[in-house]
């Protein structure tokens, strides 16, 4: 063991303890501990060599804590005055079983866990043998402890053995392995000195293995004077602070599922970690029409999402661990304005919904998805549910029935799609992940030439995440996408359909479009946030399905970030009869790259009675012209000084050479009406009316409150309208 620790444990040996009165049995050895202040309990665990004195009282963490909580702090066996067995299997776990006796002395069912050093150790092994226990946990002075790094010495048994002989040799019974640490689902925090030497010993190996662990460095401590810094008292009384609060008692944390990888982010949601899982998202606005392979991995990029549960407001505490000048937290709307200290960001979400927090530019965002409390529950052994549990499933392609339910658990990972041809009364539930990742195209044939990127050279078969063809009442909620292939969510014919609060990540392949209706009836989508690398929420017309309508419509309460495509759009495909009653209202377009508002009409369908309400589109400083790649060989290229502006709307009647299938028969636009759509730009961006002739002209539309921030755009010229051939009765008041 180090002379030098040796020493110093000696001299605080010489101040020993007063006798207390509270003392019990566990398992044959007797166990002080002392008890102060009132309120919800925390226990104290200390170090080695040390007691609750030593450790907790002279530092003064029982009085700062017992403020507000019930403080108890025993002298672990072998130290202080409680009992001092010289067997070394007296030792190890049955350290970690004194604590859960204590508690059931005390009729404490759970509580908060604070160790140091020694105790830190106790402490992990207490959330992994008994994490039911564990409200939250504060270790301090130490980290991950595994089989090839137990501390503090080889623990070689002596001649003659003494307790803390003992001690140290059963600490080979505290080791945590790494999968154990991966499943640790209890919030905790890592306080460390930053001239500590177990820092890099114990503390480092934890970060590698769980980054989404808060640790708090104390400057200019060491591994003993930590404990005197009032940074140290401060940062347990803020941690615990944090899992007191209201907006933390209604809050619920997603953890990651065994195996998934977590990001290597630092944040904080009312005080308690927040784990964050990886995505790729697309880089550049650079894209083609299916050239006969998949997008290169070079034009993605690198971005983040964290999920949770909760009516908020909650506050997050982001550490990005790189310099940044600019943080914004999108939409604009929710007027979340973010603080910034010693490169910490503070900021709090008033409401359940999606949010996008961008340091100097939307590249590798961090995405925030809070969803409202859960109101039903789901039986994993009722009749016709498929439930998935915490953990990894991979299904290929689920194939639904009449009266089936779907459940993914907030701690799941399902790689595979869900898919159903006219079933009925299905359901696809949960607050967990739908991850398509492993969903790849089938090419059919080799091409001799690779497609120049206007047209799909059809060589391959691809398969949407959900794909539902000729059914009805469906509900879809909660669950995130991940990396879709094509189509996030792709209904075709159908009616009765719900989607709410679902969200949509990682997309950066070919057409990977957000939640297409097409040719359905009575559908409500809502409360989703959808990025997409293509159009984003969108009603369209094919042939072939059991409506040749798509009607009674209605998008709301959403957050769309289109990387690729329209972000809100009736179209392009519009063989259908009628598509009409179709409402888009409350949503934010908070990303662009082509026209935010836009109906694309290139078939037969009669496009009317829409109604787009209350639509907020917001425009980056400097955005990048969206190209086509002719060929694999040329790069996108970066313009930092682009003044690029994607169209507001565009409303317009074409012959396709692809989307039209040759057909001549043309479709109209009309009775359509733009209301209270609101611009946050520097300036205002234009818009674009044109018709196809004189019979199938663009006409009848209202523009009914048109803002550039708070100021109401009175005329078509000023609001930068260009209408056109083939445009009629355009009025804006």
Avoid at 314 to 335: H, M, N
Avoid at 387 to 401: A, D, E, M, Q, T
Wanted: with cysteine; aromatic share 8%; proline share 5%.
């Amino acid at each position: 063991m180090n002379k030098l620790l040796q020493l110093w444990f000696a001299m605080l040996l010489a101040l020993a303890p007063a006798a207390w009165a509270e003392e019990f049995d566990s398992g044959g050895v007797k166990i002080h501990y002392q008890v102060e202040g009132k309120g919800e309990p925390v226990i104290l665990i200390h170090g080695l060599m040390a007691n609750a004195k030593l450790n907790w009282e002279l530092p003064g963490v029982i009085a700062e804590l017992a403020k507000n909580h019930q403080v108890i702090a025993l002298d672990c066996r072998g130290h202080g005055l409680s009992g001092k067995p010289v067997s070394e299997d007296e030792y190890g776990v049955k350290m970690v079983d004194d604590v859960v006796r204590l508690m059931d002395h005390l009729n404490i069912q759970r509580a908060d866990v604070v160790g140091y050093s020694m105790g830190g150790a106790i402490t992990m092994k207490l959330m992994v043998l008994h994490s039911e226990r564990v409200r939250s946990a504060v270790l301090g002075g130490m980290g991950w402890m595994n089989s090839d790094n137990v501390f503090p010495g080889d623990g070689k048994e002596e001649k003659s053995p003494t307790a803390l002989d003992a001690c140290v040799r059963g600490f080979k019974r505290l080791a945590v392995s790494a999968e154990d640490v991966r499943g640790i689902k209890t919030p905790f925090l890592v306080i460390i000195g930053d001239s500590d030497p177990l820092r890099q010993k114990y503390v480092e190996p934890l970060q590698k293995l769980r980054p989404d662990v808060p640790v708090k460095i104390v400057e200019g401590a060491g591994h003993v004077t930590c404990l005197a810094k009032p940074e140290f008292k401060k940062e347990i009384k803020a941690f615990l602070d944090g899992i007191r609060s209201p907006s933390a008692s209604s809050m619920r944390i997603y953890q990651l599922p065994q195996g998934e990888v977590p990001a290597p982010i630092s944040i904080t949601a009312g005080g308690l970690p927040l784990p964050v899982s990886l995505c790729y998202v697309s880089a550049c606005p650079y894209n083609r029409r299916w050239p006969g392979h998949q997008r290169t991995t070079d034009q993605r990029e690198i971005a983040y999402f964290a999920r949770l549960a909760g009516e908020g407001p909650i506050t997050f505490r982001y550490t990005p661990g790189r310099a940044f000048s600019v943080c914004t937290v999108r939409p604009l709307s929710a007027k979340v304005t973010p603080t910034v200290k010693d490169g910490t960001i503070t900021f709090t979400l008033p409401r359940a919904g999606g949010y996008s927090v961008e340091l100097d530019g939307l590249h590798n965002a961090l995405h925030l998805f809070l969803d409202p409390p859960m109101n039903y529950r789901v039986s994993p052994d009722a009749r016709g549910v498929r439930y998935f549990g915490p953990g990894v499933h991979r299904i290929g392609i689920l194939h639904l029935k009449d009266d089936e339910t779907v459940y993914i658990d907030e701690g799941a990972v399902v790689y595979g799609c869900i898919h159903g041809d006219g079933v009925q009364r299905v359901r696809i539930l949960g607050r967990g992940i739908l991850d398509n990742s492993e969903n790849v195209e089938e090419i059919l044939r080799k091409v001799d030439k690779l497609g120049d990127g206007s047209v799909d050279v059809g060589n391959s078969r691809r398969e949407h995440t959900i794909h539902l063809i000729n059914s009805s009442d469906i509900e879809i909620e909660g669950i995130t996408i991940r990396d879709s292939l094509l189509y996030n969510i792709a209904c075709f014919g159908c009616s009765n359909l719900t989607v709410k609060n679902c969200k949509t990540i990682g997309c950066w392949r070919y057409n990977s479009d957000g939640i297409d209706l097409h040719n359905c009836r009575n559908a409500r989508v809502a409360d989703c946030f959808v990025r997409t690398y293509d159009d984003s929420l969108c009603a369209k017309g094919h042939p072939g399905y059991r409506y040749d309508t798509c009607e009674d419509i209605l998008f709301e309460n959403c957050v769309v970030w289109n990387d690729w495509g329209k972000a809100l759009e009736i179209g392009a495909e519009t063989s259908a009869e009628h598509l009409r009653r179709i409402v888009f209202r409350n949503c934010d377009v908070i990303h662009a790259t082509h026209p935010a508002i836009d109906i694309m009409n290139v078939d037969y369908g009669r496009v009317h009675d829409v109604l787009f309400d209350d639509i907020r589109i917001e425009y980056d400083t400097v955005s990048q012209r969206p190209a086509l790649q002719k060929n694999d060989e040329t790069p996108f290229v970066v313009d930092p000084h682009s003044t690029y502006m994607p169209l507001a709307v565009c409303f317009n009647i074409q012959k396709h050479p692809e989307y039209s299938g040759g057909l001549d028969r043309r479709g109209y636009v009309y009775d359509i009406t733009l209301r209270n759509i609101r611009i946050y730009a520097d300036c205002m961006p234009s818009s674009s009316l044109y018709g196809y002739d004189e019979e199938h002209a663009v006409s009848d539309i209202t523009v009914d409150g048109f803002f550039l921030g708070d100021r109401r755009i009175t005329s078509l010229e000023e609001a930068r309208f260009h209408l056109g051939k083939h445009t009629r009765n355009v009025q804006i008041r």
